[in-house]
């Protein structure tokens, strides 16, 4: 049996350069500043800087599909078929990146994939800026993207516990989300006004292919060895296997995935509907739907600093749970919002729920993802985080349920729905393993320890 890791090393070959950190001086470190300190790490500095970068085309992509998607057919189906997209490549492909992960140099596969999506938006920007895009562009393009996502993130996620050490992978699991979420208050809004100035959604997908080129650059500095380990001499198939049977065997594992389907799968859904909501609830465009995204950052960011200081002393299982009936109600109460009688209220209320689904979306990613990398044995994480894509999967269903709804009745009406939706899974979970409500990474003394191959 393999040993465990030591901090900071990578299970697939000698560790990677990071600097070395006095535990006592770590744990003397000011609480404001705990969120901070996976940004010792060298390879973990130059990671995050390229996961900002990625979430960063991430939104811009986001902002511009849908104003363009909407200008081009006024339909929230359509909005929600190219949802469907992403679902169905990771559906084909979801697993299977996190078998690469397990089996294949990290590294290599980052700038492959990161090359990919680079030539996905370039290729949409000039279509877009030429004036000779078409809706099936923007579908193909989402499918294309998606492929890319479906490698990217299971193999960037698994590479978090070899360069830092176990109890600072929830705060770089946090930091990660930060930055997810701090770009949402940037790049949708500069995204947002440079759409309605020049009235070409083209320049998002330009804003996209930038953010990528240095994403790239980030990508080529790190330098640890992060080959496969003895895990590329199974067959390709039973490896994939293993990771299955290894989530259905943990009953509370596989609770932990499927509670994600609720605030990660069908609130999260909220992203594909929201320009419908803006356009017929708020009597906005653009630029509105840009600010909803920033306040949703700022949400973000207040979560994930809470998660990151350990304000919330709660055990990690009962963060999740709360988080969960949070996020939805926060959605429900978003599309009640569309009942009040003056436009400058409903406004304010939207903010107001969107800083509360940032902030309950963040906390439960961050503490679901860490949860399940510390409590996987060392070399499965590739394949047990491969296995969470199937959350772009069921996202997708719920935002056709949305956008179906949305067509039907009105874009408020569907984001309560896909909230109630969401408040029904985490209940019905947390009712079916009870257990889960007593997750704490930090008490759990599995993680590190490699699962034996199967024969």
Same mark, same amino acid.
């Given at each position: 049996?393999?040993?465990?890791?030591?901090?900071?090393?990578?299970?697939?070959g000698?560790?990677p350069?990071?600097?070395?950190?006095?535990?006592?001086?770590?744990?003397?470190?000011?609480?404001?500043?705990?969120?901070?300190?996976?940004?010792?790490?060298? $390879?973990?500095?130059?990671?995050?800087?390229?996961?900002?970068?990625?979430?960063?085309?991430?939104?811009? $992509?986001?902002?511009?599909?849908?104003?363009l @998607?909407y200008?081009?057919?006024?339909?929230?189906?359509?909005?929600?078929? %190219?949802?469907?997209?992403?679902?169905?490549?990771?559906?084909?492909?979801?697993?299977?990146?996190?078998?690469?992960?397990?089996?294949?140099?990290?590294?290599?596969l980052?700038?492959?994939?990161?090359?990919?999506?680079?030539?996905?938006?370039?290729?949409?920007?000039?279509?877009?800026?030429?004036?000779?895009?078409?809706?099936?562009?923007?579908?193909?393009?989402?499918?294309g993207?998606?492929?890319?996502?479906?490698?990217?993130?299971?193999?960037?996620?698994?590479m978090?516990?070899t360069?830092?050490?176990?109890?600072?992978?929830?705060?770089?699991?946090?930091?990660?989300?930060?930055?997810?979420n701090?770009?949402?208050?940037v790049?949708?809004?500069?995204?947002?006004?440079l759409?309605?100035?020049?009235?070409n959604?083209?320049?998002?997908?330009?804003?996209?292919?930038?953010?990528y080129?240095?994403?790239?650059?980030?990508?080529?500095?790190l330098?640890?060895?992060?080959?496969a380990?003895d895990?590329?001499?199974?067959?390709?198939?039973?490896?994939?296997? $293993?990771?299955?049977?290894?989530?259905?065997?943990?009953?509370?594992?596989?609770a932990?995935?499927?509670?994600?389907?609720?605030?990660?799968?069908?609130?999260?859904?909220?992203?594909a509907?929201?320009?419908?909501?803006?356009? $017929?609830?708020?009597?906005g465009?653009?630029?509105?739907?840009?600010?909803?995204?920033?306040?949703t950052?700022?949400?973000?960011?207040?979560?994930?600093?809470?998660?990151?200081?350990?304000?919330?002393?709660l055990?990690?299982?009962?963060?999740?749970?709360i988080?969960?009936?949070?996020?939805?109600?926060?959605l429900?109460?978003?599309?009640?919002?569309?009942?009040?009688?003056a436009?400058?209220?409903?406004?304010?209320?939207a903010?107001?729920?969107?800083?509360?689904?940032?902030?309950?979306q963040?906390?439960?990613?961050s503490?679901?993802?860490?949860?399940l990398?510390?409590?996987?044995?060392?070399n499965?994480?590739?394949?047990v985080m491969?296995?969470?894509?199937?959350?772009?999967?069921?996202?997708?269903?719920?935002?056709?349920?949305?956008? @179906?709804?949305?067509?039907?009745?009105?874009?408020?009406t569907a984001? %309560?729905?896909?909230?109630?939706?969401?408040?029904?899974?985490v209940?019905?979970?947390?009712?079916?393993?009870?257990?889960?409500?007593?997750?704490?990474?930090?008490?759990d003394?599995?993680?590190?320890?490699a699962?034996p191959?199967v024969?």
């Open positions: 049996m393999r040993q465990p890791p030591r901090p900071g090393a990578t299970t697939d000698p560790a350069r990071t600097p070395n950190v006095d535990d006592a001086g770590a744990g003397s470190t000011h609480r404001l500043l705990r969120p901070f300190r996976p940004l010792a790490f060298r $390879e973990y500095r130059f990671m995050w800087l390229g996961q900002s970068c990625q979430a960063g085309s991430m939104w811009a $992509e986001r902002v511009a599909r849908s104003v @998607i200008q081009l057919t006024g339909s929230a189906v359509q909005l929600a078929g %190219a949802e469907a997209m992403r679902g169905f490549a990771m559906l084909l492909l979801g697993a299977w990146g996190g078998v690469l992960a397990d089996r294949l140099d990290k590294r290599a980052l700038m492959m994939v990161q090359f990919w999506a680079f030539a996905v938006y370039s290729t949409i920007a000039v279509l877009a800026l030429t004036g000779h895009l078409q809706v099936w562009h923007l579908y193909a393009s989402t499918f993207l998606s492929l890319g996502q479906a490698v990217n993130q299971p193999v960037r996620t698994s978090i516990p360069i830092v050490p176990r109890d600072l992978v929830l705060g770089a699991l946090t930091l990660n989300a930060m930055a997810v701090a770009s949402r208050m790049t949708p809004v500069a995204t947002g006004l759409i309605a100035v020049t009235r959604g083209g320049w998002g997908y330009a804003i996209g292919s930038v953010l080129f240095l994403m790239m650059l980030f990508t080529m500095q330098r640890g060895n992060y080959r380990g895990e590329k001499t199974l067959p390709f198939l039973k490896s994939l296997a $293993e990771g299955i049977r290894y989530v259905g065997r943990e009953r509370v594992v596989l932990q995935m499927v509670i994600a389907y609720g605030p990660l799968s069908f609130a999260f859904a909220y992203q509907i929201l320009i419908v909501y803006v356009h $017929e609830t708020l009597g465009g653009a630029g509105m739907l840009s600010l909803l995204f920033f306040f950052g700022f949400g973000a960011l207040f979560g994930g600093f809470n998660i990151g200081t350990g304000t919330l002393t055990r990690q299982g009962r963060i999740l749970f988080a969960g009936v949070v996020d939805g109600a926060a429900m109460l978003l599309g009640a919002a569309g009942w009040l009688p436009a400058w209220l409903a406004f304010a209320v903010a107001l729920c969107m800083i509360g689904v940032g902030a309950t963040v906390s439960f990613m503490t679901n993802n860490s949860l990398l510390v409590n996987t044995p060392s499965l994480r590739g394949r491969g296995l969470t894509v199937f959350r772009q999967v069921v996202m997708a269903g719920a935002a056709f349920l949305g956008g @179906i709804v949305a067509e039907l009745t009105n874009g408020a984001l %309560a729905t896909l909230g109630a939706c969401c408040i029904a899974i209940v019905g979970v947390t009712l079916w393993q009870p257990r889960i409500l007593q997750l704490d990474g930090s008490r003394t599995r993680a590190g320890r699962s191959p024969a």
